[in-house]
């Protein structure tokens, strides 16, 4: 799946107190493979925040806000894209990702306050990742692990001003 599109859809975002979390789950999608994220609110902040990140670090990842969840869903789908919805309440993600794997386009869906009902039925795959309350962070960063088999950690960002080099201790980046 390293070549195909993956895109997130962050629904439910409260930007008088989501911005730290919401940021984080796009700063996520993008060091995991993830080519961009929708936000279903207005945060201008987070969007800047998002795009200096990226223009930095490198790669070609997108953030855009004030987006329509529903209208972002069906011209996903129209597109030729699959919906995955990220829950406690779905199909247990080592049980469904061969499946998703298979998908050339993905939109995943993370939530922040309550899911609409109606998520459920719009997903083409409703997933688990455990069966257990935790943060749409890590079900994001284990989904895009366990899609990419690792390989993400290989992963090269065109365009980076900066860079990690990676060392036993202490902390060295350079300048490119």
Known sequence: MTGNEV???????RPERDQRVTTH???TGR??????????TSDKGVVQSVLDVADRWG?????EDNVRWRTCIRDWKAGGGKVVHLTMYGINLPDIIGEIRSSEKLL????AE??????YGLADYNVAVTGQPHSEISSL???LDHLYEGS?????????????VPSQAGKHTEEL
Do not use: D, Q, T, Y
Request: glycine share 14%; aromatic share 12%; hydrophobic share 55%.
């Open 141 to 143: 960063a284990l989904f």
């Open 7 to 13: 895109a997130i859809l962050r629904i439910g975002h």
């Open 152 to 164: 993400e950690f290989s992963r090269e960002f065109p365009g980076a001003k900066i860079r990690i």
């Open 31 to 40: 060091a995991l493979g993830a080519s961009g994220m929708f936000l279903a």
């Open 59 to 63: 790669g070609n990842f997108f953030c």
């Open 114 to 119: 309550k899911v609409p009902g109606e998520m």
């Open 108 to 111: 995943v869906v993370v939530g």
């Open 25 to 27: 789950v796009a700063l």
